[in-house]
Every structure is written in structure tokens, then in C-alpha cells.
């Protein structure tokens, strides 16, 4: 399934330790989507504070489970999953720049990922994690395609009966994004 989001107005970014789903900060290089996984439906929504607009994106009649990821690229093709690697974080400063919000600043963390089809597991993977007011956390990754261009990842990690996820996107007002959803298996 795919969907696509042309990102205009940043929300939320920068090197976050907390982001509560009821608040937004503002900022010139990010912006931030909050999400909802109930009854097989993904919701995504992201809301653009400075111009009272917003975005939902719905994913339904999918199975969802733990382990199936939302994919985000610039690409309107999905990335070959044999060909994913830990990402370039330079990548992303191209995009955001150098200063406090730059991808050096918000990818702080590194991870381990287990790639879907594949088996295959990628180390040292750049991440964020945002949490939310509850404590719970979204994790975000930082791939890179077989050809360098990023793809950002959101695994599908603690379902409940009602699970939020949360991402960020550097944006510099020409990007168009396209969303992902790849099952486990």
C-alpha cells in the first residue's frame, strides 16, 4: 500500500528526548506525524500548526503486526529490501542543514533492525526515539536505498489493543514523501 504527502511547514523536530501527542514545537527543518493502529487500520495524521491545515493518511483492511514497518522515501517506488543499509546521516543534513536541527543533532542513537523477506539484520542503524506522556516510545530509522537516498523506518513494535507510533521527516519545503506499509512476512 502506498500513500504519498507533499511536506510544506515543519512541526516538530530537532534532538528530542520527549514529544507529548497534544503538543507541537516548531521548527524550520522537521515535521512530525503521530499515528494511531486499531482494529487493522494505520492512521497518520500530521497537523500544521502555523496554517491550521493537516494531513490523515489511512491505511485499512491490512493485518497488522509487530515486526511490519512504515517506509518513507522520496521515492514512489519501494526500496529494494536487499539493497537497505544503515543510513548516511549526511544525507539528511543535506536537507535540514548543519545548525541545531540538523540530522547530526536528531539522529543520536544508534539501533538494530531485522529486515522483513530477508531475515537479514542491519547494526549500528542511526534512530530516534520519541516518546510520548506516557512513556512509551516510537522507534525511527535512518536506512539508506541501494542507491544513498534515505528511507526512514518505523517499526511496528508494541501492539495493543489501541497503539500510537510517532515520526519525523526533514523537509525543506520541496520534498514529496511516500509511505510504505511492508508486513513482517
Avoid at 511490519?68 to 543534513?93: F, H, K, R
Avoid at 531475515?119 to 536506512?143: C, K, M, Q, W
Avoid at 489501541?162 to 515520526?167: A, P
Wanted: aromatic share 14%.
Amino acid at each position: 500500500m502506498v500513500f504519498s504527502a507533499s511536506i510544506g511547514q515543519a512541526t516538530v523536530g530537532g534532538y528530542t528526548a520527549r514529544i507529548d501527542f497534544a503538543g507541537n514545537s516548531y521548527t524550520e527543518h522537521w515535521i512530525g506525524f503521530y499515528g494511531v493502529i486499531t482494529n487493522n487500520t494505520i492512521i497518520c495524521e500530521n497537523s500544521y500548526a502555523k496554517n491550521n491545515t493537516s494531513m490523515q493518511y489511512i491505511f485499512t483492511g491490512i493485518s497488522v503486526h509487530e515486526g511490519d514497518y512504515i517506509l518513507i522515501t522520496t521515492s514512489p517506488s519501494p526500496p529494494e529490501l536487499l539493497g537497505l543499509q544503515a543510513g548516511n546521516i549526511a544525507s539528511v543534513d543535506e536537507i535540514t542543514g548543519l545548525g541545531d536541527d540538523s540530522g547530526s543533532n536528531t539522529f543520536t542513537h544508534s539501533s538494530h533492525y531485522l529486515i522483513p523477506y530477508s531475515n537479514g539484520i542491519l547494526t549500528d542503524v542511526p534512530s530516534i526515539y520519541i516518546f510520548d506522556s506516557l512513556n512509551h516510545y516510537s522507534r525511527e530509522a535512518l536506512f539508506s536505498d541501494s542507491n544513498g537516498n534515505p528511507v526512514f523506518a518505523v517499526p511496528i513494535e508494541d501492539l495493543r489493543n489501541t497503539s500510537h507510533f510517532q515520526l519525523m521527516l526533514p523537509d525543506n519545503g520541496n520534498l514529496t514523501y511516500y509511505f510504505f506499509y511492508l508486513p513482517a512476512q
